[in-house]
C-alpha cells in the first residue's frame, strides 16, 4: 500500500463492481502532546494535536478468510543473515505492527459482545502502511490501532452503536491488552482530530469510562515545530517503571504528576488569551518535571540533546510523547526559526513545521 498525498482525507471504499463487497481504507495520524504529558497515564490533563505531517493506514478487503497480513518492512521476517536479525531485533525490538491488528480485533469483537451489537459473519483481511517515525513518541502505535478500529467500525457497520467518546477508551484497551502502558491522549487526539483539551480526572474516568474532551480553535496554535532522530525507544518500557512508583504511593511521583497536568490547564488559558510567553515556559516546565521523573538514562542521551538544542536556539521544547521526537515553539519568530532549522540540521535531526489536522469527526460520529 502506498502512503503519499498531503491531504487529510479519512476514509476511501472502493467498489469493484456494483455487487462487489467494499474495500475499505482509514488514515489515523501522529499526534503531539502539546501539555500536560504524560499525566493523562495518571487521571491528569493534557493538550494534544493530531497533526498531518505523518500518518498509519489500514486497508480492510472483505476475503473468505480472516487474514492478518505481516508489513513487509515493519514486521521482517526474512533476514540476509544472522547479523541482520540480531541488529533488527538491537534496534527495533521483536515486534511490528501485527500485533496491533490482532488486539484491536480482539478488544472490538469482546465489546460488542458485551454491549450487545451483533456482528456479521463476513471475513476480511487487513493490512497496515506507516510513515510515523517507528517508537519516537508520535504515537505510531496507536495510528494503527484507531485506523484498524475505524476499519472494523465501518466494515459491521456500527459506527452509530459505538459513542465516539468511548472508541478511545478501547483503543487503548488493544495496547492493554498486549502489557504496553500507555494513556488515553495518543487515542483522543486521533480519533478526535484537530486540537484538544482533556481533562482525565479520576471522578469521570469512573463514572463515565472516559474523560472530559473540548476540541480548541486550531487557530489559537503558533507556529510549531517537530524535531526528531531515528532512535526508537519502548513507550511501554520508559513508562513502567515510573507507573509502579505511582502505583507504590510515591510522593515526588504524584506531586509531580499534578504538576504536570496543572500546566495543561494554564496552557489553555495561556492558548486562549494568546499569551505565547506563557506558552514556552510552561512548556520547558513540562520537559523538566519529565527529566526529574523519569530520570536521563530512561530518556535516552539523544532524546535529551535535541531539547537541548533547540532550547540553545532559544526555542522552547519539550518530548511530543515519551521520547523520540521533540516539539519546539520560538516566541521571537521567524530569525529564530532559522537559527533553529540550522542548529538541528548541524546536529543531525530532522525538522519541520507541524500542520494540524482539522477535527475529524463526522455527522454520525457528533450525533452520539
Ligand atoms: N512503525 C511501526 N510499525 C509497526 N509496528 C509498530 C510501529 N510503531 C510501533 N509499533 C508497534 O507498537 C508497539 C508500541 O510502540 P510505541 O513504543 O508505543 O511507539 P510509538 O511511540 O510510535 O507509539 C511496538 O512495540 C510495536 O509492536
Ligand atoms: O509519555 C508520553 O508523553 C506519552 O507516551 C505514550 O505515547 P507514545 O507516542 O507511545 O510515546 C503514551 O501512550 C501516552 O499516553 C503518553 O502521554
Ligand atoms: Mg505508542
Redo the contacts with the bound molecule.
Keep these: 500500500m502506498e502512503l503519499n498525498g498531503s491531504s487529510p482525507s479519512l476514509t476511501k471504499i472502493e467498489r469493484n463492481g456494483s455487487s462487489a463487497p467494499a474495500i475499505i481504507e482509514h488514515k489515523a495520524f501522529a499526534r503531539i502532546g502539546l501539555l500536560g504529558n504524560p499525566s493523562d497515564v495518571y487521571y491528569g490533563r493534557t493538550i494534544s494535536l493530531n497533526i498531518e505531517n505523518f500518518w498509519?493506514s489500514v486497508r480492510l478487503e472483505p476475503s473468505s478468510d480472516l487474514l492478518i497480513r505481516p508489513?513487509p518492512t515493519?514486521?521482517l521476517v526474512k533476514f540476509a543473515s544472522l547479523d541482520h536479525l540480531v541488529n533488527r531485533l538491537k534496534n527495533e525490538?521483536?515486534?511490528?505492527?501485527?500485533?496491533?491488528l490482532m488486539a484491536t480485533c480482539k478488544v472490538f469483537t469482546n465489546y460488542c459482545k458485551e454491549q450487545g451489537i451483533h456482528l456479521h459473519n463476513s471475513n476480511f483481511s487487513l493490512s497496515?502502511d506507516?510513515n510515523?517515525?517507528?517508537?519516537?513518541?508520535?504515537?505510531?502505535?496507536?495510528?494503527?490501532v484507531c485506523a484498524t478500529f475505524s476499519c472494523l467500525l465501518d466494515f459491521y457497520k456500527v459506527r452509530d452503536k459505538i459513542a465516539v467518546e468511548i472508541r478511545p477508551q478501547l483503543i487503548l484497551n488493544a495496547?492493554k491488552e498486549?502489557g504496553?502502558v500507555?494513556g488515553l491522549q495518543?487515542r483522543v487526539a486521533q480519533v478526535y482530530g484537530g486540537l484538544l483539551y482533556m481533562d482525565f480526572n479520576k471522578e469521570s474516568m469512573e463514572k463515565y469510562g472516559h474523560g472530559n474532551y473540548t476540541q480548541l480553535d486550531t487557530g489559537l496554535l503558533p507556529p510549531l515545530h517537530l524535531i526528531y532522530a531515528e532512535n526508537?525507544?519502548?513507550?511501554?518500557?520508559?513508562h513502567s517503571a515510573v507507573r509502579q512508583r505511582w502505583l507504590d504511593g510515591d510522593t515526588f511521583i504524584i506531586s509531580s504528576m499534578e504538576e504536570v497536568a496543572s500546566l495543561a490547564l494554564q496552557g489553555k488559558r495561556a492558548l486562549l488569551e494568546k499569551d505565547y510567553a506563557k506558552l514556552a515556559t510552561l512548556m520547558n516546565q513540562n520537559f523538566d518535571l519529565r527529566r526529574q521523573m523519569f530520570g536521563d538514562a530512561s530518556l535516552g542521551a539523544l532524546n535529551i540533546e535535541m531539547v537541548e538544542v533547540a532550547r540553545r536556539a532559544g526555542a522552547a521544547a519539550k518530548f511530543t510523547?515519551?521520547?523520540?521526537a521533540v516539539v519546539a515553539f520560538c516566541p521571537d519568530g521567524q530569525s529564530q526559526v532559522e537559527v533553529l532549522n540550522n542548529a538541528c540540521k548541524k546536529a543531525g535531526f530532522a525538522i519541520e513545521p507541524v500542520r494540524v489536522v482539522p477535527s475529524l469527526l463526522n455527522e454520525i460520529d457528533i450525533r452520539n
Design positions: 498509519a508489513h515493519h514486521d525490538g521483536y515486534y511490528g505492527g501485527v500485533r496491533l497496515y506507516t510515523i517515525p517507528r517508537q519516537t513518541g508520535l504515537s505510531g502505535s496507536s495510528a494503527i495496547e498486549l504496553i500507555a495518543d526508537p525507544s519502548d513507550s511501554g518500557k520508559v510523547g515519551s521520547g523520540g
